[in-house]
T-cell receptor, first 113, second 114 residues
Framework: DQQVKQNSPSLSVQEGRISILNCDYTNSMFDYFLWYKKYPAEGPTFLISISSIKDKNEDGRFTVFLNKSAKHLSLHIVPSQPGDSAVYFCAASPGGGADGLTFGKGTHLIIQP | EAGVAQSPRYKIIEKRQSVAFWCNPISGHATLYWYQQILGQGPKLLIQFQNNGVVDDSQLPKDRFSAERLKGVDSTLKIQPAKLEDSAVYLC????????????FGEGSRLTVL
C-alpha cells in the first residue's frame, strides 16, 4: 500500500518555464514532508522541507506548497534550469524528523533546452 | 566535510550466495539508515540505528538480512542467502540526530543477483 504517491513517472518542461511536481499521501499521521533530488549514480540529496503547521516554504527557486485537507503537496521550480533535470522524490514522516520516513516512487524531471 | 562513504559500489553474485555492504557515515552523525531501492521504486527503509542501538528494523527481512553498527560509527549490512528479488541499490544515509529529517545519502551499492 503506497502511502506516498507520485503519479507522474516523468515530466518534461522547457528551460525557463515553471516545473510543478505533485505528491499525494494517504496517512493522516504524516506531519513533515520533504523533497529529495537524485542524479544518476548518486545518492538522493535533500532539497526542501515543510512541516504541517505551514502551507508554504520557499528556498530560492524552489517552493513547496502543502494542502493538508487534500493530503497533497507540490514542488514548484521557477525558472527551470538544465541542472534541474533529475529524479525528484517526495517523502513524509509522522514525527517531524526522519523516523518512519516514507518515500514516493519519484518523478523524472527533464528540462528541455 | 567528507560525505557518507559506501563500498563496494557494484556487486554481482549468484542466488544463494552471500554479500556484505559497508557504510561510514558523516563524522558526528548519531543516526544511520540503510535503505533498499529497487529499480523504479522509492527508497524503502530496512533498518535505522541510533548510535549502536536499533531504532527500527520492522521492514528488514530478518531471515536473510542482518546489520550491525557495533561501535556506533560505521555499519555493515549482510544478505545471506541472496535471492533474485534482492537486486537493488542499497543506500546508506546518516543524520545528526533523529529530529532531523535531512538525511545525507551515500552513492549506494548496486547489487545484481543472477
Amino acid at each position: 500500500d503506497q502511502q506516498v504517491k507520485q503519479n507522474s513517472p516523468s515530466l518534461s518542461v522547457q528551460e525557463g518555464r515553471i516545473s510543478i511536481l505533485n505528491c499525494d499521501y494517504t496517512n493522516s499521521m504524516f506531519d513533515y514532508f520533504l523533497w529529495y533530488k537524485k542524479y544518476p549514480a548518486e545518492g538522493p540529496t535533500f532539497l526542501i522541507s515543510i512541516s504541517s503547521i505551514k502551507d508554504k516554504n520557499e528556498d530560492g527557486r524552489f517552493t513547496v506548497f502543502l494542502n493538508k485537507s487534500a493530503k497533497h503537496l507540490s514542488l514548484h521550480i521557477v525558472p527551470s534550469q538544465p541542472g534541474d533535470s533529475a529524479v525528484y522524490f517526495c517523502a513524509a514522516s509522522p514525527g517531524g524528523g526522519a523516523d518512519g520516513l516514507t518515500f514516493g516512487k519519484g518523478t523524472h524531471l527533464i528540462i528541455q533546452p | 566535510e567528507a560525505g557518507v562513504a559506501q563500498s563496494p559500489r557494484y556487486k554481482i553474485i549468484e542466488k544463494r550466495q552471500s554479500v556484505a555492504f559497508w557504510c561510514n557515515p558523516i563524522s558526528g552523525h548519531a543516526t544511520l539508515y540503510w535503505y533498499q531501492q529497487i529499480l523504479g521504486q522509492g527508497p524503502k527503509l530496512l533498518i535505522q540505528f541510533q548510535n549502536n542501538g536499533v531504532v527500527d528494523d520492522s521492514q528488514l527481512p530478518k531471515d536473510r538480512f542482518s546489520a550491525e553498527r557495533l561501535k556506533g560509527v560505521d555499519s555493515t549490512l549482510k544478505i545471506q542467502p541472496a535471492k533474485l528479488e534482492d537486486s537493488a541499490v542499497y543506500l546508506c544515509a546518516s543524520s545528526l540526530d533523529r529530529l532531523s529529517g535531512e538525511l545525507f545519502f551515500g552513492e549506494g551499492s548496486r547489487l545484481t543477483v543472477l
